[in-house]
Every structure is written in structure tokens, then in C-alpha cells.
């Protein structure tokens, strides 16, 4: 009669086990398939956890900062921002954290002191239980973009006051 007892036991930690195990088993694939994704996204990404630090970080993002992904991984995200930036930072990570998505556009420095400019967005991530379990961290590099808006605006400048210039010379030969 024992042994029947401990057959039954068993059998039902055997049950318990399997269906443990496959629920294990696809949220790892699913994991290993969404790094690969973000691995090859040509803009930046990053998981950042539910603690506030970087979990992976795609080499593009990485670039931009001048760094390599292994690197930053570990560090609390918003290190990543300019000082004064911070302040905007936690503002949208507070409206990402109500609505679910926030944007914003924000320097960042890079690890040679330089800055980048980049649009940036926060995805809020939550699992089965509706627990925030961290954010996806989106972004642009919009660096090279910023600095050639700056250029023509220096050029349209240069080019009013040479049109200024000209007039005033054509009305002096006028007279």
C-alpha cells in the first residue's frame, strides 16, 4: 500500500515537473529571440531592468555612445544622459511609467566627453501579472542631423547679411 502512495507522488511531481519545465522552455527561446532582434536593429536599443540597470545594450546604441555594449551593461541607465538632462529624463520615465511609451529628445554624452543628440524612446515592459519587469529603451542618433541644421542656419545667416550688404551697396551706387 505504501508503495502505491509513493507511486502517486511520483507521478504527480513528474506532472508538476513537465509543465514547468515547458513553460520554462519557450520564454527562454522567446528571450534569446528578441536579443538576437535588437542585436541587429540599426537604430539604438536597450532592455533596461526593473532595478534601473542596463540588462543589453545593441551595438549601434553602444556606437553612438562610443562604447562597446559590454561596457555599459550593468550601469544604471540614466548615466547615459547629460547632467541636464536627467531632470527631462526622469519626467518621461515617470510619464512612460503611467502611459506605457514616453519620447523626448535628449543629449547624451558620450564616453569620450563629447555629446550626441538622439530621440529617444521609453517602452515600459510588463510580464503575465502586469508587473513592470523593466523598459525598452528606443533611440535615434540625430547628432549628424542637428549639427547640419545648425550649418545651414549659420549659412542662411551668412547669406542674409551678404544680401543686406548688397542691397545697401546697390542703393549707395543708386544715388
Known sequence: MLWLYLLFAVTILVIVLRRVLRRQTPLTDELYSKKVAIDHVHSGAAWVCGDGKIGSMNPALATSLGARPEELVGQDWYLIFNERERERVKEAYAQMLLVGIASLDANM???????????????????????????????????????????????????????????????AESR
Open 109 to 171: 554624452e558620450r564616453m569620450d566627453g563629447s555629446k550626441a543628440m538622439q530621440n529617444v524612446v521609453l517602452v515600459s515592459v510588463h510580464d503575465h501579472k502586469t508587473r513592470f519587469v523593466g523598459h525598452h529603451c528606443l533611440t535615434v542618433d540625430r547628432t549628424r542631423e542637428k549639427m547640419l541644421e545648425s550649418r545651414v542656419q549659420e549659412l542662411t545667416d551668412a547669406l542674409e547679411h551678404l544680401n543686406g550688404a548688397l542691397e545697401r551697396v546697390q542703393s
